[in-house]
């Protein structure tokens, strides 16, 4: 069993921006694929960004790209989001999911994930 633990969240003005982090628990971390989504309100949970097992390759959904940016220690069992130039459309909150089994970086569904943490919201205000 894994858990993952976000923080970072809260409110942030357009243009602003943030580092959301994800803390996982296990001895296994170095070996999954770890990925970010977010549910706006009202809408369905869409998938952010992922970054493979090593940290090597990363992938974005379109509307992201230029301006959030995923990383990882291993070290320290954590993957990060780097969010800039925040916008409204931005807001929703934002969940760590990850991956088991040495996987690259891609698109997944909520139905690939294995494991989820329960979110932490992000608030751009205009």
């Known amino acids: 069993q894994v858990q993952l633990v976000e923080s970072g969240g809260g409110l942030v003005q357009a243009g602003g921006s943030l580092r959301l982090s994800c803390a996982a628990s296990?001895?296994?971390?170095?070996?999954?694929?770890m990925g970010w989504f977010r549910q706006a309100p009202g809408k369905e949970r869409e998938f952010v960004a992922t970054i493979s097992w090593s940290g090597g390759t990363t992938y974005y959904t379109d509307s992201v790209k230029g301006r959030f940016t995923i990383s990882r220690d291993n070290a320290k069992n954590t993957v990060y989001l780097q969010i800039n130039s925040l916008k409204p459309e931005d807001t929703a909150v934002y969940y760590c999911a990850c991956r088991r089994g040495f996987s690259s970086a891609s698109y997944y569904s909520d139905q690939s994930m294995d494991y989820w943490g329960k979110g932490t919201l992000v608030i751009v205000s205009s």
């Open positions: 296990g001895r296994t971390f170095s070996s999954y694929a």
